[in-house]
């Protein structure tokens, strides 16, 4: 290798597409050793998670240039506050904390917010068969119980109905428990081959104990806006969400 050479490095990562099927290269420019240096230590550290603890570094304060994740799906950081959540200055990812009802941390993820970060989410090793992430709109729980895949759709969901994230697409029997005591559930996984997988198990599993439905949507329900969320659920209209849906559609690219 030439001095040039070792001095830099040309960072690529190769994507697939699974909407056209497409494969291609996203370039990232040039890296010098110790950037690239740094972003190994920073993929080392994150498979390094050994403890249910939350990071010794854990702050409630989230950098508004990292928080722009929670932005894009509508979480305020008030909001993210509200539900515990925080940020590790170590790990460079967000944390979402998951307690249970006498307030003992259980699990978090970890959300990166970095393109060159090996893995997208971080979490602790523990069991997590009988674990959701429950959330419930202002008014208290609802006869009917919308299940997500991730934490930021059911935040999102949950401020119209009562949502909980299974946190992946595979519905346990102890998850299923919990569930069947809703007078309908109704699954909104991600609208790819997995989620639709995950829709049509998890509602057969609970079909013979209560009534099921599925909801499907061209994107992530974390992704689209509060009005779209209850017309998709077939909720009655809330003005109050018709000022921030009419600026969210008619921004300036």
Same mark, same amino acid.
């Given at each position: ?10 960072? *690529? ?76 200055? *170590? ?10 009802? &006498? ?52 935040? =999102?969901?949950? *401020? ?9 697409? *595979? ?20 609208? &790819? ?33 509060? =009005? ?26």
């Amino acid at each position: 290798l030439s001095s040039s050479s070792a001095a830099s490095d040309v960072y *690529k990562r190769q994507a697939y597409c699974f909407r056209c099927g497409n494969v291609g290269f996203e370039k990232h420019g040039h890296r010098n050793l110790a950037e690239l240096a740094e972003i190994r230590a920073l993929n080392s550290q994150a498979l390094e998670v050994q403890t249910h603890e939350l990071p010794q570094d854990f702050s409630p304060d989230i950098p508004s240039e990292q928080g722009v994740w929670l932005f894009k799906a509508g979480i305020s950081v008030r909001r993210a506050a509200s539900l515990g959540m925080g940020w590790s200055d *170590k790990l460079q990812r967000i944390i979402m904390p998951l307690y249970g009802s &006498d307030g003992t941390l259980l699990y978090w993820q970890g959300r990166a917010v970095h393109k060159y970060q090996a893995q997208k989410y971080i979490n602790p090793p523990v069991p997590k068969a009988d674990l959701l992430y429950w959330v419930h709109p202002d008014s208290g729980p609802t006869a009917t119980v919308c299940v997500t895949e991730d934490i930021l759709s059911a935040i =999102r969901i949950g *401020k119209h109905t009562s949502a909980a994230s299974i946190l992946g697409t *595979k519905t346990s029997d102890q998850q299923a428990a919990q569930l069947m005591e809703y007078d309908t559930v109704a699954y909104w996984l991600d609208p &790819d081959a997995a989620g639709h997988e995950g829709n049509i198990k998890g509602t057969r599993k609970l079909a013979l104990a209560t009534a099921t439905r599925i909801i499907t949507s061209e994107a992530d329900p974390k992704n689209l806006s509060d =009005r779209v969320i209850r017309d998709t659920l077939g909720l009655t209209p809330n003005h109050r969400y018709e000022y921030y849906d009419y600026n969210h559609n008619n921004r300036q690219p």
